[in-house]
């Protein structure tokens, strides 16, 4: 029995994954996202890698099938001789040319930030109950869920920029009138007012519905019911959620900043010496180029690797937010545990002879 001043501790709560099964601190969430980073960085990285080299290609293909068609083209549009303007026939051509490849740009732009979006909650899904992860599975995972998270990217974002989007098409042809003296004056004040009131509610919209892929993920729900079940989760914990994945986001771009400095002081090491020489007439052109080329490429590699942890880390911690709120209001650690409890364990019933330990239950997907 416990006595009064004694050193008794309660019982640890099980931690068969990143974080204990209950209910989670703000450094238990942030915890648990970079140990999920860690233990599940191949799957991560490579499926933002997949997801950014596809964009690439299709939005690169694009272009180049674009400037083929219409090369003729530029040299009537820009290689004008003084005094000479470009046929409006030219400049339309262009711009219907290009007009595919800037679809094609915001719709892969779209499926990617889902792509990613779906990408977290199934890591968190298998690392809270300490399973690791591969590419493939993690890639039709995601894949799957696609549509489903998809629909509360675009609508998430259509319902929280409604109210800005209402401000600008109502108050911007207002200000255009007032630029040349025959619209309204007052027209600059309404906007810049109407963003400071739209902007808390845009926010607090955003917030509401930031649990919808991952309610889309690991429930199975369509766009429609997964932004219900966010709003059920984030009420009466509003400011809780909004600051937490706030100070994820933080995280992620500080932590990204960390990680491109040391690849901008190599850069930076490797062409100040040909920078500094350029003014010199004994300079070597060639030393110049190669010193500008390892900057580049320098910045970019480490570019990449900020990127990559700036992408993959919110969703995480955003996935973490949706457990810990579902263990404070449903109980799902229960859930969790029972799943991680081999069920010779969890019987009393003697056995009559030894059988062979039965598989683990699959984690609880609800």
Same mark, same amino acid.
């Given at each position: 029995?416990?006595?009064?001043?004694?050193?008794?501790?309660?019982?640890?709560?099980?931690?068969?994954?990143?974080?204990?099964?209950?209910?989670?601190?703000?450094?238990?969430?942030?915890?648990?996202?970079?140990?999920?980073?860690?233990?599940?960085?191949?799957?991560?990285?490579?499926?933002?890698?997949?997801?950014?080299?596809?964009?690439?290609?299709?939005?690169?293909?694009?272009?180049?099938?674009?400037?083929?068609?219409?090369?003729?083209?530029?040299?009537?549009?820009?290689?004008?001789?003084?005094?000479?303007?470009?046929?409006?026939?030219?400049?339309?051509?262009?711009?219907?040319?290009?007009?595919?490849?800037?679809?094609?740009?915001?719709?892969?732009?779209?499926?990617?930030?889902?792509?990613?979006?779906?990408?977290?909650?199934?890591?968190?899904?298998?690392?809270?109950?300490?399973?690791?992860?591969?590419?493939?599975?993690?890639?039709?995972?995601?894949?799957?869920? /696609?549509?489903?998270?998809?629909?509360?990217?675009? /609508?998430?974002?259509?319902?929280?920029?409604?109210?800005?989007? /209402?401000?600008?098409?109502?108050?911007?042809?207002?200000?255009?009138?007032?630029?040349?003296?025959?619209?309204?004056?007052?027209?600059?004040?309404?906007?810049?007012?109407?963003?400071?009131?739209?902007?808390?509610?845009?926010?607090?919209?955003?917030?509401?519905?930031?649990?919808?892929?991952?309610?889309?993920?690991?429930?199975? /729900?369509?766009?429609?019911?997964?932004?219900?079940?966010?709003?059920?989760?984030?009420?009466?914990?509003?400011?809780?959620?909004?600051?937490?994945?706030?100070?994820?986001?933080?995280?992620?771009?500080?932590?990204?900043?960390?990680?491109?400095?040391?690849?901008?002081?190599?850069?930076?090491?490797?062409?100040?010496?040909?920078?500094?020489?350029?003014?010199?007439?004994?300079?070597?052109?060639?030393?110049?180029?190669?010193?500008?080329?390892?900057?580049?490429?320098?910045?970019?590699?480490?570019?990449?690797?900020?990127?990559?942890?700036?992408?993959?880390?919110?969703?995480?911690?955003?996935?973490?937010?949706?457990?810990?709120?579902?263990?404070?209001?449903?109980?799902?650690?229960?859930?969790?545990?029972?799943?991680?409890?081999?069920?010779?364990?969890?019987?009393?019933?003697?056995?009559?002879?030894?059988?062979?330990?039965?598989?683990?239950?699959?984690?609880?997907?609800?």
């Amino acid at each position: 029995m416990p006595q009064w001043g004694g050193g008794w501790v309660p019982p640890s709560a099980p931690k068969p994954g990143v974080i204990p099964l209950q209910p989670l601190s703000v450094g238990d969430i942030l915890g648990g996202a970079f140990s999920a980073f860690r233990r599940n960085w191949k799957a991560l990285v490579g499926v933002i890698l997949a997801v950014q080299g596809i964009a690439i290609l299709l939005v690169t293909l694009a272009v180049g099938i674009a400037v083929a068609v219409v090369f003729d083209r530029f040299s009537a549009v820009f290689d004008l001789g003084p005094g000479e303007t470009a046929a409006d026939e030219d400049v339309m051509a262009l711009l219907l040319a290009f007009v595919p490849a800037a679809v094609l740009l915001m719709v892969t732009l779209a499926v990617g930030a889902a792509m990613i979006s779906a990408l977290g909650p199934a890591v968190i899904q298998e690392a809270v109950v300490g399973r690791t992860t591969t590419f493939g599975a993690m890639w039709r995972r995601c894949w799957s869920r /696609l549509p489903a998270v998809l629909g509360t990217v675009l /609508l998430a974002g259509l319902i929280a920029g409604g109210p800005m989007l /209402l401000v600008y098409a109502v108050c911007l042809p207002l200000v255009i009138m007032s630029a040349d003296g025959s619209g309204p004056p007052a027209a600059l004040i309404v906007l810049i007012l109407g963003v400071l009131v739209c902007v808390p509610v845009s926010v607090w919209l955003a917030t509401r519905f930031s649990l919808a892929p991952a309610v889309a993920v690991c429930e199975g /729900l369509g766009t429609v019911a997964a932004l219900r079940r966010s709003a059920q989760l984030v009420k009466d914990d509003w400011w809780r959620v909004f600051g937490i994945s706030t100070l994820g986001y933080f995280v992620a771009m500080a932590v990204g900043y960390v990680i491109q400095m040391p690849f901008t002081f190599v850069g930076m090491a490797a062409f100040l010496p040909s920078m500094l020489e350029a003014g010199d007439a004994s300079a070597d052109p060639e030393m110049v180029i190669a010193g500008l080329g390892v900057y580049v490429i320098c910045i970019l590699i480490g570019g990449l690797a900020s990127g990559l942890f700036q992408f993959g880390f919110p969703p995480l911690v955003l996935a973490l937010l949706y457990v810990d709120l579902r263990i404070r209001k449903e109980n799902l650690a229960e859930s969790l545990i029972a799943a991680t409890t081999p069920t010779d364990a969890r019987t009393d019933a003697p056995t009559a002879a030894p059988t062979p330990p039965p598989a683990a239950p699959a984690p609880d997907q609800s």
